[in-house]
């Protein structure tokens, strides 16, 4: 069983009974599975269980609501039964990361992306890590009546503002070009191998990144990133041309495929109307949707500058 059915059960059959017993709070409390870890993601298997993984699931607390039941919702919490379904509640790893149990709002979201909330601004938008956002809207919500937790989820879940994401977009395919585009061969040619495959790598890195940014998703933590693409809507086929391209890539040739992978997103910029050069060459394509940023602090930026 994967591990957010686990925890969802686990709240049906215990976390709901001790929810009544807190009147006049019940349903301002929300209740879920969110943050780190693959069970949030969906990705856990067997090999998931060696650490980390334990049936459990979240509450938020508003700060009002945390200063006058957030210690007793606690020791109830911590009084659950500490096995279901032949596993321990408790996570077989040391580490320090609480998953599980009661949290405030503010303080769920500052561990996640490192701000009590939504951006406020496009600079707190631009620098936060891709697979933060990702930790921050993943999982499951069960219950949330009151919709406060819900609704920083759901204002993040939105996408970057119009002008981060063209940014973003354009500092990606600034990136591909130099690295897939221009550095691959070159490095080859020069009888660098490992440097061609360093710069493989990063080309395959940005194109991923690129995938979710035409998906309005937030690529996740690496080692899910090529998973979490083949699941995408638009494009996700790619993830598996990708992929090849790391498995293969290092030691033969395969400038071919980078150069039909950069047709695809050419169309594809195309198809949405964020660039109309019929040039292959993406670091073009980069300048075309630069000059489409109405924002002149945004606009400047490093045509390469990613915020990460």
């Not at 870890?37 to 609501?65: I, K, M």
């Not at 909330?117 to 938008?125: F, S």
């Not at 503002?161 to 040619?189: E, T």
Request: proline share 3%.
């Amino acid at each position: 069983m994967k591990g957010l059915e686990l925890s969802e059960k686990f709240y049906e059959r215990y976390g709901r009974a001790m929810l009544e017993r807190f009147p006049g709070y019940e349903e301002r409390i929300a209740v879920g599975l969110v943050g780190s870890g693959s069970e949030c993601f969906g990705y856990d298997d067997a090999v998931s269980q060696d650490h980390d993984f334990a049936p459990g699931f979240c509450l938020w607390l508003t700060w009002e609501d945390d200063a006058e039941i957030g210690f007793a919702l606690m020791e109830a919490y911590q009084a659950l039964p500490q096995e279901f379904m032949g596993l321990s509640l408790r996570a077989k790893s040391g580490g320090s990361e609480r998953r599980h149990g009661v949290f405030t709002i503010e303080e769920f979201y500052s561990a996640c992306i490192g701000l009590p909330g939504a951006p406020q601004n496009w600079r707190e938008w631009f620098y936060l890590p891709e697979y933060a956002l990702a930790t921050a809207v993943n999982g499951r919500i069960f219950r949330d009546d009151l919709k406060k937790f819900s609704a920083i989820r759901e204002e993040l879940l939105a996408g970057y503002p119009r002008d981060v994401f063209m940014k973003k977009l354009a500092g990606r395919l600034a990136l591909m070009a130099q690295s897939g585009q221009y550095n691959y061969r070159r490095c080859r040619a020069h009888g660098e191998l490992g440097a061609s495959a360093l710069a493989l790598h990063e080309f395959v890195d940005h194109a991923l990144h690129l995938l979710f940014l035409l998906n309005n998703r937030y690529a996740p933590f690496y080692k899910w990133r090529f998973r979490a693409a083949r699941e995408l809507p638009f494009l996700g086929n790619l993830a598996e041309r990708l992929e090849s391209l790391v498995i293969d890539g290092a030691k033969s040739d395969v400038s071919s495929a980078i150069e039909e992978i950069c047709a695809v997103v050419k169309n594809e910029l195309h198809r949405r109307d964020l660039s109309f050069l019929r040039d292959r060459y993406l670091e073009n394509h980069a300048l075309s949707v630069t000059k489409q940023i109405c924002d002149p602090e945004i606009r400047a930026l490093h045509l390469m500058e990613i915020g990460e």
